[in-house]
């Protein structure tokens, strides 16, 4: 709880609650909590309250979720009363929230201003009563169950999101990023097939960070039960590859095949999950 103080010896008290509910929309989701505002009979009923700032996750550093406020407009009451604090979310975002998390608990850092409306028991007094406006941060402690039946009521309208952080250079890892964001662009224009062929085009550009590809043929003589891990990331990248490929060469196969939203975003998050391996490259 923090208490803010006025001017005027008026006071607000505000507590941030646990969030309540994640209400799910089309790639953009709602997380809300309540707010818990007492006056201590300071401030006269009727006086309008902003509430807005900023939200932050707090983890292993500080990351910027964005501005939240509050659901309805808000004014005093004689007795303690309550508000509901908004804080849009996307896919996105929720999937680097998750990637921060790491399975474990969550911190959130909310950052708010408080500006008390036109108040007439301080209309005629000095400059510093009439002081209408407070700052104020609160920590917010969620435990990893309770986040996780938060993440439940969105999950079936949440979009897949990979989190593939992009080196700002030339490098082979950034050309991935490159085609990959390319890929989604296409598919969400429409052009399947070419979105297919981007994708294919990160596995190339992916190959010349990780040359030592293990060949397919090599790959194959092996026993399935015998094969290390940096192999069977080889014959996923094979397989990747190969659904690929009649998008960008046009095989026999390949007047048969339609590609459609649904199996384009099929090899573009293949290839964007091999990416974010770390055997692949850790600055991917």
Same mark, same amino acid.
């Given at each position: 709880?923090?208490?803010?103080?006025?001017?005027?010896?008026?006071?607000?008290?505000?507590? *941030?609650?646990?969030?309540?509910?994640?209400?799910?929309?089309?790639?953009?989701?709602?997380?809300?909590?309540?707010?818990?505002? #007492?006056?201590?009979?300071?401030?006269?009923? %009727?006086?309008?309250?902003?509430?807005?700032?900023?939200?932050?996750?707090?983890?292993?550093?500080?990351?910027?979720?964005? &501005?939240? $406020?509050?659901?309805?407009?808000?004014?005093?009451?004689?007795?303690?009363?309550? !508000? $509901?604090?908004?804080?849009?979310?996307? #896919?996105?975002?929720?999937?680097?929230?998750?990637?921060?998390?790491? &399975? /474990?608990?969550?911190?959130?850092?909310?950052? %708010?201003?408080?500006?008390?409306?036109?108040?007439?028991?301080?209309? #005629?007094?000095?400059?510093?009563?009439?002081?209408?406006?407070?700052?104020?941060?609160?920590? *917010?402690?969620?435990?990893? #169950? +309770?986040?996780?039946?938060?993440?439940?009521?969105?999950?079936?309208?949440?979009?897949?999101?990979?989190?593939?952080?992009?080196?700002?250079?030339? /490098? =082979? !890892?950034?050309?991935?990023? /490159?085609?990959?964001?390319?890929?989604?662009?296409?598919?969400?224009?429409?052009?399947?097939?070419?979105?297919?062929?981007?994708?294919?085009?990160?596995?190339? +550009?992916?190959?010349?960070?990780?040359?030592?590809?293990?060949?397919?043929?090599?790959?194959? %003589?092996?026993?399935?039960?015998?094969? $290390?891990?940096?192999?069977?990331?080889?014959?996923?990248?094979?397989?990747?590859?190969?659904?690929?490929?009649?998008?960008?060469?046009?095989?026999?196969? =390949?007047?048969?095949?339609?590609?459609?939203?649904?199996?384009?975003?099929?090899?573009?998050?293949?290839? !964007?999950?091999?990416? +974010?391996?770390?055997?692949? %490259?850790?600055? *991917?």
């Amino acid at each position: 709880m923090q208490v803010l103080p006025f001017g005027g010896s008026r006071e607000l008290a505000v507590t *941030i609650g646990q969030p309540s509910y994640i209400h799910r929309g089309a790639g953009l989701h709602r997380l809300t909590c309540p707010v818990m505002l #007492d006056t201590r009979h300071t401030v006269v009923a %009727g006086v309008p309250v902003t509430l807005s700032g900023w939200a932050w996750l707090s983890m292993t550093g500080m990351d910027w979720l964005g &501005g939240w $406020t509050t659901e309805r407009p808000v004014v005093t009451r004689d007795e303690p009363f309550h !508000a $509901t604090l908004v804080l849009p979310l996307t #896919d996105e975002q929720l999937a680097v929230v998750e990637q921060r998390r790491a &399975g /474990s608990d969550l911190n959130l850092q909310f950052d %708010g201003n408080v500006v008390l409306g036109y108040d007439p028991a301080v209309a #005629d007094g000095s400059e510093n009563d009439r002081w209408p406006e407070r700052s104020f941060q609160e920590r *917010i402690y969620i435990y990893r #169950d +309770a986040w996780v039946r938060l993440l439940s009521q969105v999950s079936t309208a949440m979009s897949l999101a990979i989190v593939l952080p992009v080196p700002l250079d030339a /490098s =082979a !890892a950034s050309r991935v990023c /490159s085609h990959l964001r390319e890929a989604i662009r296409k598919v969400n224009n429409g052009e399947c097939g070419d979105a297919v062929t981007e994708a294919r085009k990160a596995i190339d +550009a992916m190959d010349g960070k990780q040359p030592g590809w293990d060949s397919e043929r090599h790959v194959a %003589g092996i026993r399935k039960d015998e094969r $290390t891990l940096d192999q069977r990331l080889a014959m996923l990248r094979h397989a990747l590859h190969g659904l690929a490929s009649p998008a960008a060469h046009g095989d026999e196969a =390949a007047a048969e095949i339609r590609w459609n939203r649904e199996t384009a975003l099929a090899v573009i998050a293949g290839v !964007a999950a091999l990416a +974010a391996c770390g055997t692949v %490259g850790a600055s *991917i």
